[in-house]
């Protein structure tokens, strides 16, 4: 057994962090990217709107976990080289555009029916009534649940764990391997994604409170 100071175990925890954090704007940027590109595809192509549906009932309805198998063993077996990084950053980017989807869908249908109608009577082209009218609306609304969402995102990063990638849980369980001090060590792991994970919590809860005193 290798002697491990509590420093030792929180160094190495800190240096596995960083391929959360990466991993968790890599799939929180991709999907917000993604799940726009769909939003505008169902409100611009009502035609289209049934395969957005079918893309956000697909993942939001399967297990994160499967997703990531898929990715990782699916791609292997098309004879795709994959490395564990970008397999559980692509799972991860079509997870989030699904969630994100939905959320900013809701947020433009929360706009109200009268400002698509003043657009129309200006002769507003639907990117233009996007831009400036119901768009500016429909991002307010959608700011707070879309960083409450980025929680989600960070927690999902400990799924990637089990295709081999070595982000914070990953090397938690290493680190146990070669300590056996789970105690020490998942008390450490906890806290790092508390310490990731409440910030964030915290703005989300601070912006949903700015928006309903603006509403009063």
């Known amino acids: 057994m290798v002697d491990f100071t509590l420093w030792d175990i929180l160094r190495n925890l800190m240096l596995a962090a960083r391929w959360t954090v990466l991993l968790s704007l890599a799939a929180f940027v ?19 709107a049934p395969l957005v549906a079918l893309h956000v009932r697909l993942f939001q309805g399967t297990p994160l976990l499967m997703q990531l198998f898929l990715a990782y063993f699916g791609l292997a ?22 969630f994100l989807c939905e959320i900013w869908r809701g947020s433009v249908e929360a706009v109200p029916r009268g400002q698509w109608e003043a657009a129309g009577s200006l002769a507003l082209s639907f990117g233009e009534t996007m831009r400036h009218v119901v768009g500016p609306q429909a991002l ?28 914070l849980t990953r090397a938690g369980t290493m680190i146990v391997n070669a300590t056996f001090q789970p105690l020490a060590v998942y008390g450490c792991v906890a806290l790092m994604y508390f310490l ?8 989300s809860l601070h912006l949903e409170r700015k928006l309903r005193r603006e509403r009063v």
Not at 146 to 166: D, E, P, Y
Not at 196 to 203: D, E, I, K, N, Y
Request: charged content about 10%; hydrophobic content about 60%.
């Open 77 to 98: 077996l098309l004879g795709l080289d994959v490395p564990a990084w970008a397999a559980a950053a692509l799972a991860l980017t079509l997870y989030a555009s699904a």
């Open 196 to 203: 990731l994970c409440w910030p964030v919590s915290a703005w």
């Open 140 to 167: 307010r609304i959608a700011v707070a649940p879309t960083v409450g969402f980025l929680v989600q995102v960070i927690k999902g990063t400990a799924l990637a764990s089990v295709i081999g990638f070595v982000e």
């Open 30 to 48: 991709g999907g917000g990217l993604l799940g726009l590109g769909l939003l505008l595809l169902r409100l611009a192509r009502p035609r289209l």
